[in-house]
């Protein structure tokens, strides 16, 4: 069994940074695709970010250049630096693991979740 949990959301202006830590307790996921979603209210729930085990990785183009997704297996943490952030990047983000040896970008082929964290941008 995997445990995430989702660190260092807030509120943030228009054009600053936030960096979301995700931490995983249990079974280590460390051999394990990971991936960073978001959901807004009224709005289904959206692929953000997506890394392998080995550290390739897959971002959407809404969020290319502004956000990196990276992880440290030694740690069992991943991570999403978001810089840049807009008012529509508002969301409840949501860390994820998938046992996949690719990056996954489809919500329902993961296996683990975390509960999430709020992120605020603020025009």
């Known amino acids: 069994q995997v445990q995430l949990v989702e660190t260092g959301g807030g509120l943030v202006q228009s054009g600053g940074s936030l960096r979301l830590s995700c931490a995983s307790s249990g079974r280590t996921y460390s051999s394990a695709a990971a991936g960073w979603f978001r959901q807004a209210p009224g709005m289904e729930r959206e692929f953000v970010a997506g890394?392998?085990?080995?550290?390739?990785?897959y971002h959407a183009d809404s969020v290319k250049v502004r956000f990196t997704i990276s992880r440290d297996n030694a740690k069992n943490t991943v991570a999403l630096q978001m810089n840049s952030l807009k008012p529509e990047d508002t969301a409840v983000y949501y860390c994820?693991?998938?046992?996949?040896?690719?990056?996954?970008?489809?919500?329902?082929?993961?296996?683990?979740w975390g509960q999430g964290t709020q992120v605020t941008v603020s025009s």
């Open positions: 994820a693991a998938a046992n996949s040896r690719s990056v996954v970008v489809t919500p329902s082929r993961y296996n683990y």
């Open positions: 890394i392998t085990w080995s550290g390739l990785t």
